[in-house]
């Protein structure tokens, strides 16, 4: 299982919200999914999610990798936590992309600044993707790994 549980009311980047979504049970919501996921009595998975609430309110992610370490000048750091799976190797470094940098000081990858532009349903999709090399990274490292395991078996 490749699962990617939502991660509205888990992500630090939405911290601000996070009283208010502990008040109304959002974010333990959001918890027992991701543990239900965790917990899952299947051989090999990974968990994907963003930097969060998961790393202390579970265990901290196997792995954290970059899309711009599959081919994609862009910069999302995205936690993976592995059950028998091996970690990701990247498969083609480019640069982290454009940054924008607010009045505030606060700094900002440009893809994420720019989504805010759109309706909030339009910027939650677009921010919420799975950048395309590290889904192919995902078939292609994983998908092997489980055929040569099934065709040792079946020798």
């Known amino acids: 299982m490749i699962a990617h549980p939502p991660c509205t009311h888990l992500a630090v980047s939405g911290a601000r919200h996070f009283a208010q979504k502990r008040a109304d049970g959002r974010q333990q919501q959001g918890i027992d999914f991701f543990m239900k996921l965790a917990n ?8 994907e999610n963003p930097i969060g ?43 982290k992309g454009e ?13 994420y600044a720019d989504a805010a532009k759109h309706s909030p349903k339009e910027r939650e999709k677009i921010r919420n993707k799975t950048f395309q090399g590290i889904a192919d990274a995902m078939a292609d490292q994983w998908g092997r790994m489980e055929e040569t395991m099934c065709s040792t078996a079946t020798l």
């Open 99 to 111: 940054f924008v940098t607010f009045p505030s000081g606060k700094r900002m990858t440009k893809w």
């Open 40 to 47: 899952c009595n299947i051989p090999r998975y990974a968990i």
């Open 53 to 95: 609430i998961m790393s202390s309110e579970w265990r901290k992610p196997d792995q954290i990798i970059q899309p711009y370490h599959y081919g994609h000048s862009a910069s999302k750091s995205t936690c993976l936590w592995l059950k028998n799976l091996p970690l990701l190797k990247p498969t083609n470094i480019v640069n």
